[in-house]
């Protein structure tokens, strides 16, 4: 049994590039999350997909953030012209709503880095 | 969303009992209570969740108060590996998807 797992755990960049993370959520579940978690703070909620479709996205997540789900299993984050002020560990949850009461369970995470 | 209010830290010793509070007056009637914690350099880790009955588990004890305003999470015997930030929650059970809303939690600090 394996549990949520994310892709790279670490990420150093410079301002300006582009970067990617993936999260695979545990197989049965159709439900995935992504949060932000910066320094001292609780995860903030980004978005989620019931599978394939994007139903609710935040504030938080500006026009250079953009979230796939293509298939309804993996998910990708992609953060364009990354600033210093995303540094932080994005945090991939899934969970399904008859499975546990729909629990959600939250992968180790990647710790961006953007000098 | 409904808030939930909890003490910036806590400290217990190894083998000790640990009852970590948490308020959440404005709980309404479809609000389930979600425990998790976070250790170091990790992921959020589900601990425990309940509705009205006190729930037990493998990890930890839920006793909620009978109004729901407010919740204890107990620690029957604390190790140094549960030293953590434990986060008390409020999620709806409306039978959609709902975001989990984090609070600063409390964190949890176990010595010899």
């Known amino acids: 049994d394996t549990g949520v797992s994310q892709n790279p755990r670490h990420k150093i960049t410079k301002r300006g590039q582009n970067v990617t993370f993936r999260c695979d959520p545990i197989?049965?579940?159709?439900?995935l999350y992504w949060y932000r978690q910066t320094l001292g703070q609780g995860p903030e909620f980004l978005t989620y997909f019931q599978n394939e479709a994007q139903l609710e996205k935040s504030r938080l997540l500006s026009d250079r953030f953009s979230a796939e789900r293509p298939k309804g299993s993996f998910s990708t984050l992609e953060i364009q012209r990354t600033e210093q002020g995303d540094s932080a560990m994005y945090l991939c949850?899934?969970?399904?709503?008859?499975?546990?009461?729909?629990?959600?369970?939250f992968g180790p995470g990647t710790r961006l880095t953007v000098l | 969303d409904a808030k939930t209010t909890q003490p910036n830290s806590m400290e217990s010793n190894e083998e000790e009992p640990v009852h970590l509070p948490c308020n959440h007056s404005t709980i309404s009637g479809t609000d389930y209570i979600h425990w998790y914690r976070q250790l170091p350099s990790q992921g959020p880790e589900y601990v425990i969740h309940?509705?009205?009955s006190n729930v037990n588990n493998r990890m930890a004890s839920l006793a909620i108060a009978e109004d729901r305003k407010s919740s204890t999470l107990i620690l029957h015997r604390a190790t140094l590996r549960d030293a953590a930030v434990y986060y008390c929650i409020l999620r709806e059970n409306t039978g959609t998807a709902s975001k989990l809303t984090f609070g600063t939690g409390t964190r949890l600090q176990v010595t010899l």
């Open positions: 949850a899934s969970s399904h709503p008859r499975v546990d009461q729909d629990t959600q369970y």
């Open positions: 309940g509705l009205t």
């Open positions: 197989s049965e579940h159709n439900r």
